[in-house]
């Protein structure tokens, strides 16, 4: 599934839909850190600050209609809220961020389409075919736009806590997909102390 970040103002009412959640999808999980899709509980003022701070994750916004709600990352969803079609709506906004082209990201004048495996310099119109784990790997740097990731947080979230898989691992991954990649002119990858940040733009 997803990490979630869940607003809302009514204590119960978040806990009793996040155990219910996790009740059908044990593996969701409610990070209010990284998340990669914001579930806000009918507060205006919270949308328009997160739709701000975080203009390329889906928001799915409970009980109250929104004004232009043009975005179309945006669902709205009044309540009362029946499980089985918010999990499905959380299921397709995943799913549409991630694989449909609408999740197509830009950076760099680059552009990842994560369900074609591959990534095209906007410049040039060339095209460079990816491995699921370069895709992979870009998307969570891209989640993380702007800070510098760890390797022991690529192994945990990229490589789901694989035991196997070494510094030099992740290492080889990164220098690859740079050759792949980047130009002379335009970078794509950052490295500082053993971190790696995206360029977004350069």
């Given at each position: 599934m997803a990490d979630i970040w869940f607003?809302?103002?009514n204590?119960?009412?978040k806990q009793d839909l996040q155990n219910q959640i996790n009740r059908f999808v044990p593996d969701v999980k409610f990070n209010a850190e990284k998340p990669d899709i914001i579930l806000i509980d009918g507060d205006k003022a919270q949308?328009?600050?997160w739709r701000e701070d975080y203009p390329n994750v889906p928001i799915v916004y409970l009980g109250v209609e929104?004004?232009?709600a043009e975005d179309?990352?945006?669902i709205v969803l009044k309540k009362p809220v029946r499980?089985?079609?918010l999990l499905d709506i959380l299921r397709a906004t995943n799913n549409k961020f991630d694989y449909s082209g609408g999740g197509n990201l830009q950076f760099n004048?680059?552009?990842?389409?994560p369900s074609q495996k591959e990534i095209v310099d906007l410049d040039t119109s060339n095209t460079t075919k990816l491995t699921a784990k370069e895709v992979d790997i870009l998307k969570y740097l891209y989640k993380n736009a702007g800070l510098f990731v760890s390797k022991n947080d690529l192994q945990t979230n990229v490589w789901k806590y694989n035991e196997e898989v070494t510094t030099h691992t992740i290492e080889t991954h990164i220098y690859r997909l740079r050759q792949k990649v980047e130009k002379k002119s335009r970078r794509l990858i950052l490295t500082d102390g053993g971190c790696y940040k995206l360029i977004t733009d350069e």
């Open positions: 607003y809302s103002d204590d119960d009412f949308y328009n600050k929104k004004e232009n179309c990352l945006d499980l089985m079609q004048h680059y552009e990842l389409r």
